[in-house]
């Protein structure tokens, strides 16, 4: 079956100290991932996505994903984070015949001052 | 305006109640999608719709019914509320891999 998986729940880093939010695959052929932010209270708000070509694509906020085929992961970075960035991050897949994506369970991040 | 609008943005009712959620959008995309969101599982699908015509059941749609009254609107209802539908309720929509979100129904089933 398709899915994604996010292996942190819960994430703290420093202000300013680099972040890195795992997201692993399941798909056969060539995937189509996302990553999405929520802000509390808020809905949701595009990162970036990747369909194919470069597998490192850059998002908007600062943040960038790479995408590795060896080890099924699409894992998002930013090299220096900022309070604003607290919030609850998701990663998606294309569920190719709904035509509708399925998420991770996602990884909250704490920002400590 | 907003392109996907969700009606209303919050609602308590009781258990047994019947209730509708309600989705706008002004992008006039054919493909329209209710989701759930629960703490610690993610957004989970419900229905998905790729026209007025084609309507489909997600992953999770016990419980839950669907109307899609025009290209433009998308209801969810549920017939007889439990508690354990109480989660923050998403619409969307898309069109050549671009896929919007509403900004969410808050719903509690007491």
């Known amino acids: 079956a398709q899915s994604v998986t996010q292996p942190d729940i819960h994430i703290t880093v420093s202000e300013g100290a680099s972040l890195e939010l795992r997201c692993n695959y399941s798909?056969?052929?060539?995937?189509?991932l996302f990553w999405y932010v929520q802000s509390p209270g808020q809905g949701l708000q595009l990162l970036l996505k990747?369909?194919?070509?470069?597998?490192l694509v850059q998002g908007i906020k600062g943040f960038e994903a790479e995408f590795k085929r060896s080890q099924s992961s699409f894992n998002l970075r930013k090299p220096s984070v900022h309070w604003s960035d607290a919030a609850e991050y998701f990663c998606a897949g294309l569920d190719t015949g709904r035509r509708a994506l399925t998420f991770g369970s996602g990884t909250r991040l704490q920002v400590q001052p | 305006d907003a392109d996907v609008t969700q009606t209303p943005r919050n609602r308590i009712t009781k258990t047994g109640k019947r209730i509708m959620l309600e989705c706008s959008q002004t992008?006039?995309?054919?493909?329209m999608y209710w989701y759930r969101q629960d703490p610690g599982l993610g957004l989970r699908l419900i229905y998905y719709s790729f026209d007025v015509k084609d309507i489909n059941k997600g992953e999770i749609s016990d419980g839950y019914s669907v109307s899609r009254q025009a290209q433009a609107k998308f209801s969810l209802s549920l017939e007889s509320a439990i508690p354990n539908q109480t989660a923050l309720y998403f619409c969307?929509?898309?069109?050549?891999?671009?896929?919007?979100f509403g900004p969410g129904t808050r719903l509690t089933v007491l």
């Open positions: 992008k006039g995309h054919d493909r």
């Open positions: 990747y369909f194919s070509g470069d597998t």
């Open positions: 798909y056969g052929a060539t995937p189509y």
């Open positions: 969307a929509t898309s069109e050549a891999g671009r896929y919007l």
